[in-house]
Structure formats: C-alpha cells, structure tokens
C-alpha cells in the first residue's frame, strides 16, 4: 500500500471522528463518548472494508474539488461557530470528568480544533455526495416536459417576487421580537416554531435542539440547500434579510416541484394537470407554507421523492428513505415501501441493511446520542399529544383539519392564548362539515381507484393522519393541527382530484368549467387569509 494513500486513510478517519464531534451536540457524557467510538469503529469500516477513500478520490476532477472546497469551508466556518457559541458539548461535562482545563475558553478552542481538523473529513463526504445531488437534480430537472418547466418557472418566479415584498415588509415569519428587541422563538404564527429554526439556523445545524428525535437528520439532507441559501445570501448582501428570503424562495422552488412529482404519480396530462397544480398552489397549506418558514417543507419534499422512487423504479429509493424518515421519523410508517423483494428473508435483511445506513449516518453526523436518549425525549414530546384533550373534541379538531387543508380555517390575532400578539386557530366547537364532506370525497376517490397503486398509498396516508392526529391526538392540545397540513394535504387533494376527474371526465367543458369555478372560490378564500395573517404581521412585527 503506498505511503500517500496510508496517511489519506489516517488522516480520513481522524478528521472524521473530529467532524463527528464537531456536530455532536446534544447529550450526555457517556451518550456522547459512545457516539464518538461508534463513529471511529464506523469510520475504520469505511476505509478498510468499504475503500471509500480510494472510491471517492478515483473521480476526483477540478469542478468537484472546486465546489466541495467552497461548500466544506463554508459549511464548516459556520458549523464551528454554531459549536462554541450556544451548543457545545464537549467543553463541559466530558472535560469536567476528565480533568481538561484550557483556560475558560474551553468552547471555542475545542470547536475551532474541532473545525480544522475535520476539514479533510468534510471535503471528503462533499466530493462524494456533490456529484450524487448533481447528477438527481440534473435528472429531474431535465426530465420535466414543457408544460412542467413553465409552469415550475413562472409559479416559482411569482412566489419568489411575493416572498421578497412581504419579507421586507413583516419579519413575522422568521424574526418576530417583542417591544424589548428580543426574539419570539415560537407560537408567533400558528402554533410553529419556525422563527427559532431560523435563529437556530436549524437547515445547517444539524446538532441543534430542534434537529431533536423527531428529524434527527434534518439538518444533513437540508444542508445542501441551507448552503446555497447562505453563498446567494452573501452575494446578495444588500437585500436586507437575505438569508431567510433565500432559504425560502429555495423553499418555494422545490415545493413546487415536489407538486409536479406529485401530478406524475396521478398520470395527469395537459389542462388536467394545470389545475392540479394550480388547486395545490392555492391550496391554505401551500400558501402559508409558502411564507412560513418551517422543517415540513423539506420533510414533504423527500417524502414525495421517495414515493416517486418507489413507484417509477427510479433512483437511490433507500437514500431518499433515509432523507424522508430523517426529516421526520413518523414518515418510516411507509418502511413496506422501501423493499420489493418477495421472500421474507430477503425483505428482513432489506430492512436491516437500511437501517444500518439510517444508523450509520446519524453516527457519522453526530446525531446517535440523540437516538439513544429517545426515551428521555419521547416523555417530553408526548406534552404535545392529546391526552388531556376529549375524543370529542379532538374529532372535532381533525374533521376541521381536512376542511383546513383546502380553505382558509377560522383564524385570527389572538392577545391572549400568549403574552405576545399572535395569529392563531379559533377554538373548534363543533362538527365542520366542509371538513366531513372533504373526507367523505377522499373515501369515494380511493374506492373508485382502490387498484391504483398511488391511490392506496394516498389512502393509507390519510390513514396514518387519523392515528397521529385523531387517536394519539397531536397537536390537539394546542389546538395546532395547521401545521400538519402540508404533510397530508397533497394525498387529500390527489384522492378528491381522482374522484372528480372520474365523475366529470366525459364532458370536458363541464369539467374545465367546474374546476374553474372551485378554483376561483378557493383562491379569493386563501388569498383573502393569507393577507389577513400578513396585515397582522405588518400591524404587529413590522420589518
């Protein structure tokens, strides 16, 4: 073995293991020990057994190096400054039992080290997911047809052109502070958290707190887009806000792309597929999501790419798994997806092998002690079940959900739920029966198409809404299930276009007719809401 290649080896390994505890930053002293040695034997298996470092290094060409240098740079530039300033670790308890003092400036020291050393690691992995993340998008982008890239194009223009008034006109989407200057982390719009996740910077910081049991690998398969985000913000630097307007506009792009995903699944053609877009554009979720910054937006976006994988047989299926479950974990519901092998053994060791890799890369990431303290975690997230809230109420809640994923819900300033002025949900009473007759359509559109592989699993979707948000109750105790309805709306609106598509089919112009009718209504509803919870915004956080 050449001398060179021995030390590259080395020297991978030993980065790694100091990437790993740069990004580790949660969690006890001994969970963070066991991460760390998990991570070196992970490591060694890597180099040794897998020959990554040969792998990566064989195709190394000018532009990969160029752009994984710039990326490992920025990315760890900023990594290291999310280590030393709020959440460090490893300058604490583990230094404390071990007797390392550095003179009061434990944090930053350690972190810079840190930071140097796991350059070599960073550049490495970039090298080798760069090309990967290329060479999909290039794909997907350039398999759109042409109704798809223009509409893609101008939707994505006008939502970007709309993002960049309202954000310099109102920071309560991602910065709302009180009198005092201080920020308002949560419960600003809705029941979200999104104004913490852009402090926290939670789409690069994969160790943050909100990074927490529920998308440990958030922050990894979001990072390549915080880092666009963060260069154009750079460039872009006399556009006040810059960051958030960036990181949202690229929000907006792959929304509307996931949509498009989405109108393949259902096989759509021509004008059928213009309105299924256009319904899905003017849908409340998809024009709040479309200014509130929030994790679900990427979570939804690897859901439907892993869905799209499975149904087409195209691409890395466990990859896109592994990013969906790790945006949000509740999405591994869909596991019987992930394999198509038709013996049982065969399938058991699919799902082992996946979960090696899921395993694998919270390790490498620093993210397994927060998958072994998910007990600790799981009693403090259960705060947020419905236990505590009547079935009857909680039904309520949920039928009011569905009517809420199309139209505008019963939502106002609220100076009251919270010392701080807030756009919140109107208490829910009683039976809404737009919500009702929403469900009851999306039970007849699976029953028409129950042989249709999408439409089951549209079905069983919807399905797994009514145990999250019904039976367990999530989000009922805060009277919160808003902000759950980007990641259900899309199987509701394709089951319900399914059905109408089906009723109407024989008389087009009846049916173009129709949709456009809905449209209209639905569109003045949500555009009459959207600029209510703006006004307060405006009136309450200006800019």
Known sequence: MPVRSSVLRLLFIASGVCMTALLTLRGTAVNVLIGLLCSLLLLYWLTYKRRVVEKVTRELSAGRIFFAALFTLIGVYYLTQYSYIKYSMLSGEILDRIGVDIGGHNDKVISIALGVCSLTAVFLVLCWFLPKFYATAKELIGGLDRLERRYWIIA????????????????????????????????????????????????????????????????????????????????????????????????????????????????LQSMDKVFFLLFLSFSYPFLLFMFNIEQYIFAVFWLILFIYSYLFQWGRRDFFFIGAVGSLVTTGILFPLLSQARKLKEWIKDMAVNAFKFLAAATLFGQLPVILETHTEYKGLMAFSGAEVTTLDKWYQYVNFFASCFVWPSAGEDRTTYEHASYQLRIVDSLNMVGLIILVLAVIGFLLHYKDRFAQICMFWLAFSFVILFAVGWGTKENGLILYSFYYSWALFALIFKLANRLLARVEPLKFGVYGLLLGVMAVINIIGIYDLIDFGIRNYPA
Do not use: C, W
């Open 156 to 267: 994505s223009v006008v939502m970007a052109a709309a993002i960049l008034i309202i954000y310099n006109l109102t920071n309560v989407f991602y910065g709302a502070h009180d009198a005092a200057g201080k920020i308002i982390p949560y419960d600003v719009v809705y029941t979200a958290d999104s104004i913490d996740q852009v402090e926290s910077n939670a789409f690069l910081n994969i160790g943050t707190y909100e990074n927490d049991i529920r998308q440990p690998l958030f922050g990894l398969y979001a990072a390549p887009f915080a880092l666009i985000a963060m260069i154009l913000s750079k460039v872009l630097f006399f556009i006040p806000n810059s960051y958030p307007i960036m990181m949202q506009i690229i929000h907006v792009i792959v929304m509307q792309f996931a949509m498009i995903l989405l109108a393949r699944m259902m096989k």
